[in-house]
């Protein structure tokens, strides 16, 4: 597979951006009103992703050059819309300079590093002195959705593929976190988690799990097998209480400084 084309998400740029990206960019926004962007020169967005964000941060930053960086060129190629200089790379072996970005932002991206311990050496690397790293990730297993237990379940004889995994057992706790900041050379981050609520509708679910999460463990399936499938999951939704659509996402926030001597 070459490079840059990995994930979960290939080919599914437009999915993503249409059915994932508006459910994360509230915790986004959050995250960017903690860092230091009005002041910022130079920012590096690592896995900028469709660009939900772009807009946010280039509006945050009147002064700064922003630069997105993402592994995956279909989503590369829907943040291109942006209009914002954006590089094809992995994370973990950034093509940037040595201290040369004020802010760097790692949405949700961070635990989906083969080494999220390389991905943090990397970004503290291009931070300059005194420079922020703001992250964020799901808090233990709150990015289970209601209703997922019937997608494993009609699922449960078409593996996802390897690429589909995740580091996010390493990093899904305050003191994991932290633990792999330090282990980068990163220390005295602040750290905190906040709850999130979003209502779900049964449709609104059954688009996002049928059209991306397991889009490609579906097309593996023969048309009418599939058909079936889908029928379990839509009266298994339809049958779920009202109340069991609200949906509460614990997310750790990370906002770290570079020490300004070094
Ligand atoms: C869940 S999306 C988040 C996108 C964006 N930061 C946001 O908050 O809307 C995660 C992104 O990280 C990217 N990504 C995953 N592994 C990566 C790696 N090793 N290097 C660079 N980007 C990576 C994916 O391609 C994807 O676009």
Known sequence: MPEGMQGRYVGLADEYARFWSPVIEPMGLR???MLPLGLAWRIVDIGCGTGNLISKIVAAAPNARYLGLDRAANILSAASKSG???VLADGCRLPLRNSSFDVAVMAFALFKFPS????LTEAKRVLRPGGVLGITIWAGDTHVLPGDEIWEEVLVDVPRSPDESDRLEDLNEI???????ESAGITGSDIHSETFERTWTPESLFALKSELTHRARLVRLPVDEREKRLAQVRAYLAGMTPSSFI????ILFARAQVPSTV
């Open 31 to 33: 995250l960017l009103e």
């Open 84 to 86: 914002v200089p954006l």
């Open 116 to 119: 999220p311990l390389a991905g």
């Open 247 to 250: 949906w509460r996402p614990s």
């Open 175 to 181: 003191e994991k976190l932290r633990g792999v900041l």
